[in-house]
């Protein structure tokens, strides 16, 4: 895919210029299903598990914070890291797949969804308001600890990859709306921004808001062809001459 191509992925999303650089040579597609989404994106970036990430060209400086993905994860064998930002091995936060289980890291605090997520959409959320941090799993708190972190870091942040030291542990798997804010969601906010759109935050949900990243390519030929197909799923309708359609679509991919 060229750079134009994916540029216009990240586009609708970016709420920060210095958000805008990206390894070269990254691999988007879109992932769909015949039976529709479990998520709100129309599409989602795909990562290959090998050389795919998005890097940001910011340190991570937000002490409280909010982290927040919709997250597919194709292996339970390898650690997964959907964002790192760290200047060291307990300097800084992350998010990332264990084993299948989803993991928050907050400097030394090790919070554990104790279940493991392989072949499904999730919506991962990690919150910290100076006094609490927390792990959501579709809405729903797994895990919590009290403690007092301060967030300093000056390498700058990937989603995707491990990313100091050296380039490994990447993201195999989709990733859809992944977003950073400057301060810790409630659980309401998290329940309701899970199932919207950047287009459909409120200002207050968007209070705080440092990045979205929708990674969907709503418009290409093969999303169109989602949407038909989920339509008409969603209307309980039949999609007459599917493979002369889906034969000009492919054609135009």
């Not at 890291?105 to 969804?113: D, E, R, V």
């Not at 959409?121 to 959501?136: E, H, M, P």
Request: hydrophobic content about 40%.
């Amino acid at each position: 895919m060229r750079k134009a191509q994916f540029f216009y992925l990240l586009r609708r999303g970016l709420l920060s210029g210095g958000l805008n650089l990206i390894k070269e040579g990254l691999v988007m597609a879109s992932k769909f299903t015949t039976q529709g989404l479990s998520f709100p994106a129309q599409g989602s970036a795909e990562f290959n598990g090998t050389s795919d990430y998005i890097q940001l060209n910011d340190p991570f400086s937000h002490t409280n914070h909010t982290i927040a993905a919709w997250v597919y994860n194709n292996t339970a064998s390898a650690a997964n890291h959907i964002l790192d930002a760290r200047d060291g091995g307990s300097d800084g936060i992350r998010l990332k797949s264990q084993s299948g289980a989803i993991e928050y890291n907050l400097n030394t605090i090790n919070l554990n969804s104790g279940t493991t997520y392989v072949d499904e959409w999730v919506f991962v959320s990690a919150t910290y308001d100076g006094v609490t941090a927390k792990l959501y799993i579709n809405g729903s708190v797994l895990n919590s600890t009290t403690t007092t972190q301060t967030i300093s870091t000056t390498t700058d942040a990937c989603i995707g990859v491990r990313n100091f030291q050296q380039d490994t542990a990447f993201w195999n798997g989709n990733l859809a709306n992944v977003a950073i804010w400057n301060r810790a969601l409630s659980s309401d906010e998290i329940n309701s921004v899970m199932w919207k759109s950047y287009e459909g935050l409120t200002g207050a949900e968007s209070n705080g808001l440092q990045a979205w990243y929708s990674l969907d390519d709503i418009t290409s030929p093969a999303a169109s062809l989602a949407n038909m197909e989920q339509l008409a799923t969603d209307k309980d309708a039949t999609i007459e001459n599917k493979a002369a359609i889906t034969a000009a679509i492919n054609a135009l991919s």
